[in-house]
C-alpha cells in the first residue's frame, strides 16, 4: 500500500512541474496558428478554422508535455521547442506561405522538408540548451519553488536542512561526504557532496538567519565551481509553513549570475523544484520505514 502512495504523490508532483510547459507551450502554439493564417490569408480570422486549429494544438502540445514528463522525461524540453519552432514558422510563412518549419501539410508536399525541419529542430535544441553559444547571463536570478509533504516539520528540517555533524537524517545522506561546522560554535558550515562518480563539489554555508524548524538563510558559495560560470555562489532562503494537514516548504535560491537560456529553461522546467520534490520523496519514504520483505534477505545476528 505504501508503494502505491509514493507512486501516485510522484505522479501528482510530476504533472505538477509540467504546468509551466504546458501553458507556455498551449500559448504559443495557439498564437503561432492565429499568425499563420493571417500571413497566408487575412481574412481567414473572420472565421472559426484558426481557432480551432489552434485550440486542436493547445490540446496536441498539453498532451505532449504530459506524456513527455511521464514516458520520456528526458525529452521534455522539446516540447516548448517544438513550439517557439511553430512560432517561428508562422513568422517565416509572411515571407513565404509554402515554407513550414512545423507542418505535416508542407512535408508531404514537399518531402524534403521532413528531414530539414529535423535539422532545424535538432540545432534548436542545442542553442537552447546552451551547447551551441554562451547566451548573455542575467546578474542575481532567483529560482522560486516550492512543495508539500505530510511529514511533520522537524522531520523536514532535519531532512532538507540539518545540524552539523548530524548527515545521517539528511535527504541527500547517501551522497553528503562531510557536513560539518568550518568554526566550533559559529554559523559557518561546510559541506561536501558527491557530484558524479569521480568529482566532488564543496560548499561553505554563511547562516544568516536561523530559526529552527521554520526558516533558514544562508549565503553559499562552492569551492570546486568554475567562477565564470556564475553559478559559485548565491543565496538560499528557505521556509518550511505547518498548514494544517501538511507542510508547505518555499525556497528562494538565488545565484550571482547565469546564462539567460539556462534560466529560462530552468524556470519553464521548475528543476528546483523537481529537485525538492525528490527530497521530500526520499524523505516520505524513509519515514514510512522498510517495504515488507526488504529485511528478509539479511543475516540473522547471533
Known amino acids: 500500500m505504501n508503494a502505491l502512495i509514493h507512486f501516485l504523490r510522484k505522479m501528482r508532483r510530476k504533472l505538477w512541474r509540467e504546468r509551466r510547459r504546458a501553458v507556455f507551450g498551449g500559448a504559443v502554439m495557439f498564437l503561432s496558428q492565429i499568425m499563420l493564417a493571417y500571413a497566408v490569408n487575412p481574412s481567414l480570422l473572420m472565421t472559426v478554422v484558426p481557432y480551432l486549429n489552434g485550440m486542436v494544438a493547445v490540446l496536441v502540445v498539453m498532451v505532449l508535455a504530459l506524456l513527455a514528463a511521464l514516458l520520456l522525461p ?56 546552451g551547447r551551441v553559444f554562451t547566451f548573455p ?57 558527491r557530484d558524479t562518480e569521480i568529482s566532488t563539489l564543496e560548499q561553505h554555508q554563511m547562516v544568516r538567519l536561523p530559526d529552527p524548524p521554520n526558516r533558514i538563510r544562508f549565503d553559499w558559495a562552492i569551492l570546486t565551481a568554475d567562477p565564470s560560470s556564475g553559478f559559485d555562489s548565491g543565496t538560499y532562503d528557505l521556509r518550511i509553513m505547518d498548514q494544517g494537514r501538511h507542510r508547505r516548504v518555499e525556497v528562494i535560491d538565488q545565484v550571482r549570475s547565469y546564462p539567460a537560456n539556462l534560466v529560462f529553461r530552468a524556470w519553464i522546467d521548475d528543476s528546483m523544484g523537481r529537485t525538492l520534490d525528490e527530497r521530500l520523496e526520499t524523505l516520505e519514504r524513509r519515514a514510512d520505514g522498510p517495504e515488507p520483505g526488504a529485511l528478509s534477505a539479511a543475516p540473522a545476528g547471533g
Open 74 to 129: 528526458a525529452l521534455r524540453n522539446g516540447v516548448e521547442v517544438l513550439a517557439i519552432l511553430s512560432l517561428l514558422s508562422a513568422v517565416v510563412a509572411f515571407h513565404d506561405p509554402t515554407l513550414r518549419l512545423v507542418g505535416l501539410s508542407a512535408m508531404r508536399d514537399q518531402p524534403w522538408q521532413l528531414p530539414a525541419a529535423l535539422a532545424v529542430f535538432v540545432l534548436a535544441d542545442l542553442v537552447y540548451s
Open 137 to 193: 547571463a542575467i546578474r542575481g536570478p532567483k529560482a522560486r519553488y516550492a512543495g508539500t509533504s505530510r511529514l511533520p516539520q522537524t522531520v523536514l528540517w532535519d531532512g532538507l536542512v540539518g545540524a552539523p555533524p548530524y548527515k545521517d537524517k539528511l535527504a541527500d545522506r547517501d551522497k553528503t561526504i562531510a557536513f560539518e561546522e568550518l568554526h566550533p560554535g559559529q554559523p559557518h558550515r561546510r559541506v561536501v557532496v
